[in-house]
């Protein structure tokens, strides 16, 4: 897969970085979160707040800690 580089002002990217669920999240992934949630707001806008909702739930609980590691679930689905 190619990549490319974009010039964003930093405004834009500090405004990115809120929408970022951890640390080391891509800036790929967190644009096309966001792509998803743009697309799907259009088509279902209930669904969409939902969406918006959920992540926003998420990032408080990871700020929080409350969260499984990657090799705890592994452990418990058996991986």
């Given at each position: 897969m190619s990549t490319t580089t974009i010039k964003i002002q930093r405004d834009t990217k500090s405004q990115i970085d809120q929408f970022r669920e951890y640390k080391n999240?891509?800036?790929d992934d967190v644009i096309k979160k966001l792509?998803?949630?743009a697309k799907?707001?259009?088509?279902?806008?209930?669904l969409s707040k939902e969406t918006i909702r959920a992540i926003e739930q998420a990032r408080e609980?990871?700020?929080k800690g409350?969260?499984?590691s990657?090799?705890?679930a592994k452990?418990?689905?058996g991986l």
């Amino acid at each position: 897969m190619s990549t490319t580089t974009i010039k964003i002002q930093r405004d834009t990217k500090s405004q990115i970085d809120q929408f970022r669920e951890y640390k080391n999240e891509s800036y790929d992934d967190v644009i096309k979160k966001l792509i998803y949630i743009a697309k799907n707001l259009k088509k279902e806008p209930d669904l969409s707040k939902e969406t918006i909702r959920a992540i926003e739930q998420a990032r408080e609980r990871i700020k929080k800690g409350k969260f499984v590691s990657q090799e705890v679930a592994k452990q418990r689905l058996g991986l």
